[in-house]
């Protein structure tokens, strides 16, 4: 077996270029050096060459298994094909029989005895704890895959339960790591440790995020998320030491600031800490296309949309191998196009999604006409295809997990609606970036907030003067005050946009069908007590929009929000995000930063070196 470690100054990036000769014999320590080259290739965009270079030992080696039904996992994910589904829970179900046969196995007489009794993980092989944390990583992939396979809620209780079994999995890791004393090398704790820090952080973050009803619907109770925790052991976690899965927690933080902050919370994410994390990254895999994608974005989130769509366009330039991350880069080329008013182009990057992409192609469909409604000085011609197009929406609803997409149920309704008035929308394309919290970029940016204020204020206009004209009067004038309240928010005329959330508020009797519109403005109104730090009042109206209406569209996308935004006032009142009253009606499960003990180091020292791409040097003898 092999006894050497890798010093860091030995950690290197394989070139795009460069042969690797696949060892004959196979060891841990080996294992773990392929996988790290199967993750540089895979980085490197080289995705086939990293899945063929892990396939022949993925029946023998527990890192060859594991590495090669990630690849087939997130192939799967991006192109929600069956058959791609079908094929990584085949390849996921053998990793986790290649990881169990190394797991410790403890007979009935061990079990009964130790009952009580302090584990010896000292006694453990360095081959049995790595399989531990291999075959938590297995039932995690597992478990996400189990939503998106079956049509049926059954499938959402079997993967709450198999996701409950993992974070056990994953506690015990990282009992593993605070009470083993005695390692092979260095090298291979920190190999272990990174991996741990993965699980914990992920999910801690991913639990404090979901809403409590969520929670239970997903047979989560029992869990809570502790935020502060995800997110500080993530952080540790992409420090320049060499771990094996750093390059992982670097991806998951880069996400979660950039992307999933935006979409389930207030759009709250540490774009300068993303951008920080980035940058090595970047250094090390210079064209990377999923780190040139998260180059777009965070220029997109600062309101650089020039900026933003040459990264996106150098990130789909960098690799043919998977169209599924051209995909990523279509939709965000077409919000930056949308923010710009480049309706024309947008309804491109929409169709282009729709032509290519398996995910939802009535959403795509919904946005193609959504913006072509948008342009002035339609053609009878037009008009004939945005009637089609519409029409098309419902044919392509499709259900995951057995339930409709909320998106696709909020495009059905706005469809019957378009034929029931006459073929006719008012401003659909900026409900979208609404919904999508796009608003969020374009504040950010005069240039791009003015022109979408002077349509919203137009468009006010044309309905006061023939409201006659309009069937649903009431909601579609709320629907362009709560966007002109929106627009008056990110110029800071709070006054203003304050009293065109009320107004809507006030009308709520009188709206017939936009109803989520009332407790959406209870939201912003609350959002607008946070920027002037009248905390109980955000309370009462975010608690008021969560329990007093039910039934309405994209309701789950708002109670992602108002827990992120509880969780900011929580932090700003007593500087701890993860105190949650919700919690109290659970156990509490999660990983508090004082269980990581010996595991977080001085984040402050090591985020000084965070863009170096060697750390300090480790030798194993």
Same mark, same amino acid.
């Given at each position: 077996m092999a006894e050497r470690c890798q010093s860091d100054d030995e950690e290197v990036f394989e070139d795009a270029n460069e042969n690797i000769q696949v060892p004959n014999k196979m060891d841990l320590a080996a294992s773990i050096e392929e996988a790290r080259m199967a993750l540089n290739l895979f980085l490197n965009n080289r995705f086939n060459e990293a899945k063929e270079r892990m396939k022949p030992w993925s029946q023998e080696s527990m890192y060859h298994a594991i590495s090669y039904s990630t690849v087939l996992y997130l192939q799967a994910v991006m192109t929600f094909d069956p058959a791609d589904i079908e094929l990584a829970i085949t390849s996921i179900k053998q990793s986790m029989v290649v990881c169990n046969r190394g797991r410790r196995k403890n007979s009935l007489i061990t079990s009964i005895t130790g009952i009580g009794s302090k584990t010896n993980y000292d006694s453990y092989s360095d081959m049995e704890i790595h399989a531990e944390l291999c075959y938590a990583e297995c039932l995690l992939q597992r478990a996400l895959l189990t939503f998106v396979q079956d049509e049926n809620l059954i499938s959402f209780v079997k993967g709450g339960l198999k996701i409950r079994a993992c974070y056990q999995t994953y506690k015990e890791c990282l009992k593993i790591a605070q009470n083993r004393k005695n390692w092979r090398c260095p090298k291979d704790k920190l190999h272990f440790e990174s991996g741990v820090k993965v699980g914990i952080g992920a999910f801690n973050l991913m639990i404090s995020l979901l809403p409590t009803r969520i929670l239970k619907l997903l047979e989560f109770v029992g869990f809570s998320g502790n935020k502060k925790t995800g997110l500080t052991v993530l952080e540790a976690g992409c420090s !320049?030491?060499?771990?094996?899965?750093?390059? +992982?927690?670097?991806?998951?933080?880069?996400?979660?600031?950039?992307? =999933?902050?935006?979409?389930?919370?207030?759009?709250?994410?540490?774009?300068?800490?993303?951008?920080?994390?980035?940058?090595?990254? %970047?250094?090390?895999?210079?064209?990377?296309?999923? $780190?040139?994608?998260?180059?777009?974005?965070?220029?997109?989130?600062?309101?650089?949309?020039?900026?933003?769509?040459?990264? $996106?366009?150098?990130?789909?330039?960098?690799?043919?191998?998977?169209?599924? $991350?051209?995909? /990523?880069?279509?939709?965000?080329?077409?919000?930056?196009?949308?923010?710009?008013? #480049?309706?024309?182009?947008?309804?491109?990057?929409?169709?282009?999604?729709?032509?290519?992409?398996?995910?939802?192609?009535?959403?795509?469909?919904?946005?193609?006409?959504?913006?072509?409604?948008?342009?002035? #000085?339609? &053609?009878?011609?037009?008009?004939?295809?945005?009637e089609y197009l519409y029409s098309e929406v419902p044919k392509l609803k499709i259900r995951i997990g057995g339930k409709s997409l909320p998106v696709e149920k909020f495009a059905m309704k706005k469809v019957k609606r378009y034929f029931s008035q006459g073929n006719k929308l008012v401003l659909p394309a900026l409900e979208l970036i609404y919904i999508w919290n796009g608003f969020s970029i374009v504040g950010k940016n005069e240039e791009l907030i003015v022109p979408m204020l002077n349509i919203v204020e137009d468009t006010l206009n044309e309905i006061l003067k023939n409201k006659d004209s309009y069937q649903y009067f009431k909601d579609d004038y709320c629907l362009v005050l709560h966007l002109k309240g929106v627009? %008056?928010?990110?110029?800071?005329?709070?006054?203003?946009?304050?009293?065109?959330?009320?107004?809507?508020?006030?009308?709520?009797?009188?709206?017939?069908?936009?109803?989520?519109? =009332? !407790?959406?403005?209870?939201?912003? +109104?609350?959002?607008?007590?946070?920027?002037?730090?009248?905390?109980?009042?955000?309370?009462?109206?975010? #608690?008021?929009?969560?329990?007093?209406?039910?039934?309405?569209?994209?309701?789950?996308?708002?109670?992602?929000?108002?827990?992120?935004?509880?969780?900011?006032?929580?932090? +700003?009142?007593?500087?701890?995000?993860?105190?949650? #009253?919700?919690?109290?009606?659970?156990?509490?499960?999660?990983?508090? /930063?004082?269980?990581?003990?010996? +595991?977080?180091?001085? %984040?402050?020292?090591?985020?000084?070196? &965070?863009?170096?791409?060697?750390?300090?040097?480790?030798?194993?003898?």
């Open positions: !320049p030491h060499p771990g094996l899965r750093a390059p +992982l927690c670097s991806i998951i933080l880069i996400a979660y600031h950039t992307v =999933v902050s935006y979409i389930l919370g207030t759009a709250d994410g540490d774009i300068d800490l993303a951008e920080k994390i980035l940058r090595p990254c %970047l250094q090390n895999y210079p064209n990377g296309a999923l $780190f040139l994608f998260f180059a777009g974005r965070v220029r997109e989130i600062k309101g650089n949309i020039d900026e933003a769509i040459v990264k $996106f366009e150098e990130s789909i330039e960098s690799q043919e191998e998977w169209k599924q $991350f051209h995909h /990523l880069c279509y939709w965000e080329l077409m919000w930056c196009h949308s923010f710009k008013c #480049d309706w024309l182009i947008a309804m491109k990057y929409a169709e282009k999604l729709c032509n290519e992409s398996r995910w939802s192609k009535a959403t795509y469909m919904y946005q193609k006409a959504s913006f072509l409604m948008m342009c002035p #000085d339609k &053609t009878p011609e037009t008009q004939q295809h945005i627009c %008056l928010k990110f110029r800071d005329q709070i006054y203003q946009a304050e009293q065109c959330f009320k107004e809507v508020i006030q009308n709520e009797k009188e709206i017939k069908q936009d109803n989520y519109l =009332v !407790p959406w403005a209870h939201m912003e +109104l609350a959002l607008l007590k946070m920027q002037d730090k009248e905390y109980t009042e955000a309370k009462v109206l975010l #608690d008021k929009a969560k329990n007093s209406y039910k039934g309405y569209s994209l309701e789950s996308r708002l109670h992602f929000r108002i827990r992120a935004a509880n969780h900011h006032i929580k932090s +700003l009142i007593s500087g701890d995000e993860d105190t949650d #009253d919700s919690t109290s009606e659970v156990s509490r499960t999660s990983v508090d /930063l004082g269980e990581m003990n010996g +595991l977080i180091p001085d %984040l402050e020292k090591e985020n000084s070196n &965070t863009d170096n791409s060697n750390g300090a040097e480790v030798k194993c003898e």
